[in-house]
């Protein structure tokens, strides 16, 4: 992605003296990252996300950074967003006694290391930290993560909307958009427009409907013992207490959880990368989505895995609503907790 103010100066309109852009023919750049600032911020900053479920008190504190670059660039009325950027958002919580009396109070922070206009139709990772990490702690993050992290996404989808309308630009794009001419009965490219107004309709419709999922979890053990437990399928059925069958070819299929999921290895990297296709039984026909398990081992001895699921269903084949929910709380609860308790790799 080209940088703001590093565009082909024969295409970056010049200031004219009217400053005017006719037509907006040329490119017109417009800076957003401020602006950008001021929205996420607005979005984001001092939200009550619990008070007193489950005598737990959460809340966003004030947009701390907003890092990376982001513009709009219009030419001919066509808008093109641009940006990578990334943010830190601190949050505080208390959890009581059922008396009321105050047992902790923490602080901790969300970070979300990449947005960017390349992956406008996926949800970015989305970190949760505490700094206090005893269990009341824990809690308290656990909980941040459960009803935060959906509202930190929600946030996000609302800026990358804004972005796609044009930021900033927009209301100047409709200052010189020129008055609309109407029909000449004699020339008429309705089907054209037409055409293309469907193809869009359908594009949107197809993006519609499914979400992503991103993860990251850590591990005491070396990346390559997790990848090992992952793709052998009797160490699947000794963690999750039933049945699997995994094949360990690129290409080969599996089936756990006594076969509610089945799917195929896409690539295999030993110790470094798990991609496969998924899908549950009671997912509408037709339907995969896909996992990518990345391994890092940032020192000997602690693995960090990071997992992104897309093209996640938002309802089954019943109508019900909560398959993201379902399948994110099965990774952490089913898959990735299971495996800290059973194999002591916990940390």
Known sequence: MA??????????VEERPDGAN????????TDCLEWSRNLLSSLLSNHTLLSGEGNLFIATKKLEKVDGEAYVNIRKGKIIPGYEIS????????????????????????EV????????????EVRVTVKDEGPIGKRLKEAFAEKGKKFVLEQIRVYVAAMAKGGPAKEELEVK????????????????????KEEKKREK??????????????????????????????RWKGFTQSNARISKEVGGEFSIFDGAVTGTNV?????????????????????QSTVRLSFEEPEPGVTVIKLTQTDVPDEDRYGNA??????????????????????????
């Open 3 to 12: 940088k703001y103010g590093e565009g082909d100066k024969r295409w970056i």
């Open 22 to 29: 006719v037509h907006n023919w040329h490119w017109a750049e």
């Open 87 to 110: 943010f830190s958002l601190p949050w505080e919580g208390e959890a009581k006694d059922a008396d009321g009396k105050t047992l902790l109070r923490v602080d901790g922070t969300v």
């Open 113 to 124: 290391p990449y947005i960017a206009d390349e992956n406008a139709d996926e949800d970015p």
């Open 177 to 196: 958009k020129p008055a609309a001419k109407k029909p000449d009965p004699a020339v008429s490219g309705a089907p054209a427009a037409a055409a293309v």
């Open 205 to 234: 419709k197809k993006r519609e409907g499914f979400k992503s999922i991103s993860l990251s979890e850590k591990f005491s053990c070396r990346a390559k013992d997790m990848f090992e437990i992952l793709m052998d399928e009797n």
């Open 267 to 287: 690539e295999l990297q030993e110790g470094k990368l798990i991609v496969q296709k998924w899908r549950f039984g009671n997912w509408p026909d037709g339907i």
């Open 322 to 347: 909560t398959v993201v929910e379902n399948t994110e709380r099965g990774w952490r609860d089913l898959i990735f907790h299971k495996i800290r308790a059973v194999f002591g790799f916990g940390i």
